[in-house]
């Protein structure tokens, strides 16, 4: 059986390939007439005034573009290693199931009309276009995710607990293993972003493009947990905010690289919206857990519906 993680993978493929083979199947030449004289025919340049061809004209404004979205997140499970020196342990937590948390569309509402920002799945793209057609740029995104563990799952665990071998299943409860970057698990990544035309006219309302990224970054997670009963603490939110402290609200703690892709609809001339998804992995080192550290590799899977204006 499929897990619902690698069902969503699947998913994921099927909407990236989609696209993909429209757009080659846009940019692939129509079949050569049987008549030869039709072929130079066809191969002769279009007449003007001055027998040149007509080159299509483009905007040089709106270089620039600005978008903020809402996300959902899936995850594939994931192997948790804790070091806890002091305490005598050192162990894994094998296969751990974890969820995002969008929260109701209240609370995200709620969060928006008080500026909290931190509090929904956003996300955040802002680029420039590097050519005056306008299919690439270059780009900074802020994806900021939440990842939890899934409570009250039984999990298989080995290593040393309190200085002695375990090697069995645990139940993940609140008290034994709750292990959240739930404020969050953010990706600060810079990209290469690729457009290509699908289908309305071009740069003006009514315009469909395929949207493709590809890009590496850091990620900066806020780390809270309880660990076989004791619970980790950074410190507060306002004083040691960032980045690289060992009490700092958010810190830089590991690499992410990621692809997206989707669609791009262009409302207003200066408004469009986006869906898309995106697959990213990323390696967290020196998660802070009390008096010790946790690391772990993440595969996830995010779904993206953005707003954006260019200027």
């Given amino acids: 059986m499929y897990s619902r993680f690698t069902k969503h993978l699947i998913v994921a493929a099927v909407l990236t390939l989609a ?3 429209v757009a080659l199947a846009q940019g692939t030449p129509d079949m050569l007439p049987a008549n030869p ?5 066809q191969s002769s340049p279009p007449q003007g005034s001055n027998n040149e061809i007509q080159e299509p004209v483009y905007n040089d404004e709106k270089n620039w573009y600005f978008s903020f979205g809402l996300s959902r997140q899936q995850y594939a499970p994931s192997d948790i290693h804790v070091s806890q020196p002091g305490l005598g342990n050192d162990f894994t937590v094998h296969q751990a199931r974890a969820s995002d948390f969008p929260g109701s569309p209240q609370e995200v509402f709620n969060s928006l009309l008080h500026l909290g920002l931190t509090n929904p799945q956003e996300n ?14 270059i780009e900074f995104s802020l994806d900021h995710t939440k990842y939890n563990t899934n409570l009250d799952q039984t999990a298989y665990v080995s290593g040393t607990i309190n200085n002695s071998l375990t090697d069995g299943n645990m139940v993940l409860d609140p008290n034994t293993f709750d292990y959240e970057l ?3 698990l953010n990706h600060l990544m ?19 493009e395929l949207i493709s990224r590809a890009g590496a970054g850091i990620l900066l997670p806020h780390a809270q947990n309880t660990i076989l009963g004791n619970e980790n603490e950074v410190g507060p939110k306002d ?4 980045c690289f402290g060992s009490h700092d609200w958010w810190q830089v703690l590991g690499w992410t690289v990621g692809v997206e892709v989707g669609f791009r609809y262009r409302a207003f001339t200066s408004v469009y919206f986006e869906l898309t998804s995106k697959v990213a992995y990323g390696e ?18 995010e779904e993206v519906f953005s707003a954006g204006y260019l200027f």
């Fill in 19 to 21: 696209p993909i083979a």
């Fill in 239 to 242: 004083k040691n905010i960032c």
């Fill in 182 to 184: 739930h404020n969050g």
């Fill in 190 to 208: 810079f990209n290469a972003v690729w457009l290509h035309h699908l289908a309305g006219p071009v740069q003006k309302p009514g315009d469909w």
């Fill in 37 to 41: 004289d039709s072929i130079t025919a």
């Fill in 124 to 137: 955040i793209r802002i680029g420039k276009f590097m050519n005056p057609e306008k299919t690439f740029a």
């Fill in 284 to 301: 967290l080192k020196n998660v802070p857990v009390y008096q010790g550290v946790a690391d772990q590799t993440i595969w996830m899977l």
